[in-house]
């Protein structure tokens, strides 16, 4: 079964920059979509980007389009989200998931963006 371990995130203020990271440790099942979601308190976990199995489809949350990065590496099952100009309302607990069968997230990590 995959199992996804997250790292990086943190405190920043409005404007500066975080990077999470996710790594995949399997059996060798296929992993196909892979990316991140986030839930702030009160509120559903939202796809914040998502890299499609093709490389080549990615797809943005609209309100982070232009501040957030996605990159994936296919060989080594990583995906990072290189998160930049960072504003409070990016505050959020974020996940990682992988569609795989069965599919995984990722312990959660929290983002925490201070006026």
């Known amino acids: 079964q995959l199992q996804l371990v997250q790292s990086g995130g943190g405190l920043v203020q409005a404007g500066g920059s975080l990077n999470v990271s996710c790594v995949a440790f399997?059996?060798?099942?296929?992993?196909?979509?892979m990316g991140w979601y986030r839930q702030s308190p009160g509120k559903g976990r939202e796809a914040v980007a998502i890299s499609g199995w093709d490389g080549e489809r990615i797809i943005y949350l609209d309100s982070v389009k232009g501040r957030f990065t996605i990159s994936r590496d296919f060989t080594k099952k990583t995906v990072h989200l290189q998160m930049n100009s960072l504003k409070p309302e990016d505050t959020a607990a974020y996940y990682c998931?992988?569609?795989?069968?069965?599919?995984?997230w990722g312990q959660g990590i929290q983002v925490a963006v201070s006026s």
């Open positions: 998931y992988a569609d795989a069968s069965p599919s995984a």
């Open positions: 399997d059996d060798g099942s296929m992993v196909y979509d």
